[in-house]
């Protein structure tokens, strides 16, 4: 690179081209074929955990950090990258670790993609995101089994989040939703909630959120909640595959959902739009201006084209609004009113509160208000972990275990939440509870710092552990999840699990994070068997961790 | 061997040829000015012939991050010639805060507006607040404060099909210059003139309130305008902005602006407030750019292309550059904004 720098000094760019144009054509001359072709960039396809897909096979490369509901128009920014022969490298987080990230110094993405351009904001205070353009715009709304919706009287008239709190309270109504403190959906819609809750209020103020009554009327709606999901796309992938009556999600992947609904012969969702606490996700694509003007001028090459009129009606046909004039007619078929749907609706969202207020708004939801987490963690204390493997798990249990650390990313535990820790090698060493005390929680990791990684590994047998544990619980009153955490193939016992599991009854998700040699295979088996999700840790195991614990 | 001489020399004439370019290249060397620039004068600064004629007449290239009037002020200078906020209270503030800068300049003008759709403004018009004089629009801005106020609902003036009450959206008042000024222009509204040192502590719980109605406010004239075009009537009814806005827009997204033209409305609050654009130089390389920014092309341009209204004609300008906007040839009962002193009350109160 040095060499590169002073050529580009002594002879400026148009020297430097030429320098290289001379370079490389000497090295084809003397017939050193390249290194191989592909290599690829170490983050091959990730098993289900839903990070980095990358687009294309070009040279240059546009790398996005982009929320989940924008999985849907990888085939639009494919199209894209094909023609130009660029990669584009999509990585998806929730909006608020996007938020998060965007605030660092060091930032390794060209662009941001979150849901709604108010986390971009939050985000931005280094003020290096430009030319931000709205792609698409998704409301919030909730979806329910259309027959359900017709008992309880939601169909062809207009609905509010008292109606639907109701329907709640009386029993007739659970849903699913996703972490209001970890996906701008589930903050969204939460909002939405105090909003209508507050009652005669132009704009949630501070004490409207403290008021005992309208908390005691979110924990009872917030109570309803059957599932939880960190990600807006994956609760969308987990209510199809069943178990759910209804859901709070974009319209567009209501719609997307009931595409695969009705396919499988299924019942399809009918969209409420609650008029008195609507919200709109603006879905805002900007460039994080890093000083590459060429970076810059690829991005604003993507963006031209994500805005121009045809690939906007490409995007209208995933159930996407788009700005200035709503939907084109001829994909106005799109959004069928079978579903509820309302292409003509103007959308009028309720006013977010300021920032200050929102942030209190999450904090009272997480420590607070969201239905308490009853969490089993089955971890891989086995020999292989020795080393780096127990470093890398201790600075993961640091951050959930320890409130302060915690609270950052808005994952500090509420007074009723229940920690179960199973650490395991061949067998089951011990099992450790907590309640959602501080205190408490600090001496589950004090406990784990003490043991030392020896023997084999048998998840399976640890998990049963688990479940057993998770019986002395109501779990309906609960948000449950069992997380298993391991770096090696286990003696292969899952017909015998399976078989207790499906006995069990309780439907538990088990979560697993993959560390180290972990057998993808077995940990989507357990995916499979319970709904759930495999995050890879490999790369970054503190990482992994805290995006699994948004997940109940 | 004779074909190993010829790969030398085409080689070696390359090389020539790359020396001999850059020495020609280095000639017209172009001083790079780096700053901070409230979000509205983007397209401006990214306009080609705007750049071409900064670089060929004046061998300038405006290199610039977004920032709001105030939040610039306050930000890390490091490295930046130039700070170009929208008001001369961000002027009066740099002052304050750093001392005179090597030369300060007000470029442009242009009128703080309200933007809103068809519907609502015919509903304004009806219950009276909006009138219309030689198809221009006008809101009577003191009979607007009093229907928020009042918590007036949209249903009760004819709008059900928007929730809650009617409210003013503008960008917030502490980090961007439009809703600033906004401020000011309530401060002087409520005041029945402009609002002094001494009058405005007894308005400031009401200015304080009106804002709250507001909840998040964004921090860019830019983002609040797009979001007010691309979201539809339902999402910011009201909006504060600045003339130059659409008349921007209306050039640079021509086939946009013909599909909602029809529903747009701008409308000149009375009374209202100039917006002045002011170059702050920071260093004497930026301070020489003045000239170029004055510069009767580049002026023409501004207002042609980007809707700035020149600074040296008083604020007069050829509305028939805008034939199917309603554009007031004359912007009259222009207010003054409230001095700094005064304004700094009303930020800080609305700070707290």
């Known amino acids: 690179m040095r060499k590169g720098k002073w050529v580009k000094k002594f002879f400026g760019r148009a020297g430097a081209l030429l320098m290289a144009a001379i370079l490389v054509s000497a090295s084809a001359l003397a017939g050193c074929g390249g290194s191989g072709s592909g290599g690829g960039s170490g983050s091959q396809e990730t098993v289900s955990s839903g990070r980095s897909t990358v687009l294309g096979s070009g040279s240059k490369k546009i790398r996005i950090l982009s929320g989940s509901e924008n999985r ?29 990230d965007l605030g660092e110094k060091d930032f390794a993405y060209d662009a941001v993609w979150p849901a709604s351009s108010i986390w971009m904001n939050a985000g931005d205070s ?40 109701d329907a709640i309270m009386a029993g007739k109504l659970r849903f699913c939703m996703t972490s209001a403190t970890q996906s701008n959906s589930g903050a969204s819609a939460y909002l939405g909630f105090i909003q209508a809750l507050a009652g005669d209020t132009d704009v949630i103020q501070k004490e409207d959120v403290e008021k005992q009554e309208v908390q005691d009327k979110l924990r009872e709606l917030l109570s309803g909640i059957d599932r939880s999901s960190g990600s807006s796309e994956w609760l969308r992938d987990m209510f ?34 609650p008029y008195d606490g609507l919200s709109i996700a603006d879905s805002p694509l900007g460039y994080v201006d890093q000083g590459d003007k060429e970076s810059e001028e690829r991005f604003l090459g993507l963006q031209e084209y994500l805005l121009s009129p045809d690939v ?175 770096d090696g193939q286990s003696q292969d016992y899952y017909d015998q699990f399976e078989e207790e599991y499906l006995q069990d009854k309780s439907g538990i998700p088990i979560f697993s994070i993959m560390y180290g040699d972990a057998d993808s295979q077995q940990l989507d088996q357990l995916a499979q068997l319970s709904n759930a999700r495999v995050f890879d840790g490999r790369e970054d195991l503190v990482g992994a961790f805290q995006k699994v614990r948004g997940y109940n | 061997m004779k074909t190993k001489l010829i790969g030398l020399i085409v080689v070696l004439a390359a090389i020539a040829a790359a020396v001999i370019y850059v020495t020609v290249g280095r000639k017209t060397q172009v001083t790079a000015l780096n700053g901070y620039v409230g979000g509205e004068k983007i397209g401006f600064l990214e306009d080609q012939e705007v750049q071409d004629i900064l670089r060929k007449d004046y061998h300038l290239s405006l290199e610039y991050s977004k920032a709001g009037s105030l939040d610039m002020v306050a930000a890390d200078k490091e490295g930046k010639d130039f700070l170009w906020p929208s008001s001369q209270t961000a002027l009066e503030y740099y002052k304050s805060e750093v001392g005179k800068p090597v030369r300060s300049e007000t470029v442009f003008n242009t009128p703080i507006v309200i933007y809103t759709r068809k519907a609502v403004s015919d509903a304004l018009q009806k219950e009276g607040t909006v009138y219309v004089q030689d198809g221009i629009y006008y809101v009577d801005l003191a009979k607007l404060i009093k229907l928020v106020e009042d918590g007036t609902s949209w249903k ?44 405005v502590d007894q308005y400031l719980p009401e200015i304080k309130q009106i804002f709250e109605k507001s909840g998040y406010m964004e921090s860019s004239s830019a983002d609040i305008f797009s979001e007010f075009l691309k979201m539809g009537i339902g999402s910011k009814p009201l909006v504060v902005g600045y003339e130059s806005q659409l008349l921007e827009f209306s050039v640079e997204q021509p086939d946009i602006w013909k599909q909602v033209k029809d529903d747009i409305v701008m409308m000149y609050p009375v009374p209202t407030v100039w917006s002045s654009h002011v170059w702050i130089a920071m260093d004497d390389q930026a301070a020489g750019a003045v000239d170029a920014l ?46 700094y002193k005064t304004m700094k009350k009303i930020i800080d109160a609305l700070s707290r």
């Open chain 1, 72 to 100: 849907e128009l990888e085939p639009v920014l494919s199209q894209y990258a094909d023609k130009n022969h660029l990669q584009i490298e999509m990585t998806y987080e929730g909006s608020l670790d996007i938020m998060r």
């Open chain 1, 126 to 165: 280094l003020h290096r995101v430009k030319h931000a353009q709205s792609i698409a715009i998704n409301p919030v709304v909730f979806g329910i089994r259309k027959s359900l919706a017709q008992e309880l009287g939601f169909v062809g008239k207009e609905v509010s989040v008292n109606d639907i709190l």
């Open chain 1, 240 to 273: 199809v595959k069943g178990g759910c009556d209804a859901m709070v999600n974009y319209e567009c992947l209501i719609i997307s959902a009931n595409k695969e609904l009705e396919q499988a012969g299924q019942e399809p969702l009918y969209v409420i739009y």
């Open chain 1, 312 to 486: 906007q009606s490409q995007i209208q046909k995933t159930g996407r609004r788009t700005a200035y004039t709503g939907i084109n007619e001829e994909n106005k078929s799109v959004f069928k009113s079978e579903w509820g749907l309302q292409p003509d609706r103007v959308l009028s969202p309720f006013k977010f509160p300021d920032w200050s207020v929102i942030e209190e708004c999450l904090n009272i939801y997480q420590s607070q208000l969201r239905k308490p987490s009853l969490t089993v963690y089955c971890l891989d204390y086995s020999g292989s972990m020795q080393g780096e493997g127990n470093e890398q798990l201790m600075k993961a249990m640091e951050q959930l275990l320890i409130q302060e650390n915690a609270e950052k990313y808005f994952l500090q535990a509420s007074a009723d939440d229940v920690t179960i820790l199973v650490p395991f090698d061949n067998s089951v060493r011990d099992v450790y509870r907590s309640d959602g005390d501080a205190q408490n929680m600090k001496a589950l990791y004090d406990t784990l710092q003490s043991l030392f990684p020896d023997g084999g590994t048998d998840m399976y047998t640890a998990m049963e552990q688990g479940l057993q544990e998770m019986k002395n619980y109501d779990l309906s009153k609960y948000n449950p999840a069992l997380i298993v955490m391991t």
């Open chain 2, 156 to 199: 009760s003036i004819g709008l059900p099909q928007l929730y809650g009450n009617v409210t003013v959206s503008s960008t917030d008042p502490v980090k961007s210059n439009s809703g600033n000024m906004f401020a000011g222009l309530l401060a002087n509204t409520l005041a029945g003139g402009v609002a002094t040192e001494s009058n």
């Open chain 2, 294 to 339: 004055q510069d009767s092309t580049i002026q023409e341009l501004a207002w042609k292309k980007h809707g700035f209204r020149t600074a040296v004609s008083g604020g007069s300008a050829d509305n028939t550059a805008f034939p199917d906007i309603a554009v007031a040839p004359q912007v009259n009962q222009v207010g003054q904004m409230p001095n």
